[in-house]
């Protein structure tokens, strides 16, 4: 079984600064997707990003990168010019070829004014 | 507007009294499922649908019932609910449940067991 690591149960970064938000994940298959989702004090969650593992390039959404480092099991998030709208939990993701979606236990943001 | 719907939104109810959350999609998707969120524990898959009348279990199915009659209709049923399964609910649906699609999440049901 897959399992999902977040190391982080808390980061702050200042308003438009840059955060990094880590995440590890387990697994034997080679084919696999990663997913970061943002959940805000309304509790919906929110896709932010997604990365496909066989495409190399790292993917991007607007102030929203990863860094995906498929041999260390890696899956970072980085938040560039953080607003304060962008504080709220973080969850990393894995979805495996059985289309089974395993989170990690999240990392809460706070965004300093 | 395409969304996930889920009720009730709050619920507090007291052991051994059956209940059901309603969950229902407007985006014609076939792939439907549910997960309960618990602190440090993330999101947990309950049972999942890939299409009308195929349900089966994910990660923690024990006391809990689903059904799939129709398409844009998956209910999650507590027969006989218990404190551990105070929790935060969500239910997801994705457009044909392959590989690598994005699933949508409703709102969340909070749970509470007395």
């Known amino acids: 079984a897959q399992t999902v690591t977040q190391s982080q149960p808390e980061m702050s970064v200042q308003e438009a600064e840059t955060v990094t938000l880590s995440c590890t994940y387990d697994t034997s298959e080679s084919d696999y997707y990663l997913f970061w989702y943002k959940q805000p004090p309304s509790r919906q969650m929110i896709l932010v990003i997604r990365q496909e593992a066989y495409k190399q390039q790292n993917a991007t959404e607007n102030r929203f990168s990863v860094n995906f480092q498929k041999a260390a099991k890696s899956f970072s998030l980085k938040i560039s010019d953080s607003q304060l709208g962008d504080a709220a939990m973080y969850f990393c993701a894995y979805l495996n070829a059985g289309n089974m979606l395993t989170f990690g236990g999240g990392t809460r943001l706070m965004v300093k004014p | 507007e395409a969304q996930v719907t889920q009720n009730p939104r709050y619920l507090i109810t007291v052991t051994g009294k059956k209940l059901t959350v309603t969950c229902s999609q407007n985006?014609?998707?076939?792939?439907m499922s549910w997960y309960r969120q618990d602190p440090g524990l993330g999101l947990r898959q309950i049972y999942y649908s890939m299409n009308v009348e195929v349900t089966d279990k994910g990660d923690v199915p024990e006391g809990y019932k689903v059904s799939r009659k129709e398409k844009r209709n998956f209910p999650l049923i507590l027969e006989s609910p218990s404190p551990n399964q105070t929790s935060l609910y969500f239910c997801?649906?994705?457009?044909?449940?392959?590989?690598?699609?994005?699933?949508?999440f409703g709102p969340g049901t909070r749970l509470l067991v007395l």
């Open positions: 985006m014609n998707h076939e792939y």
């Open positions: 997801a649906s994705s457009l044909l449940g392959t590989f690598g699609e994005t699933q949508y």
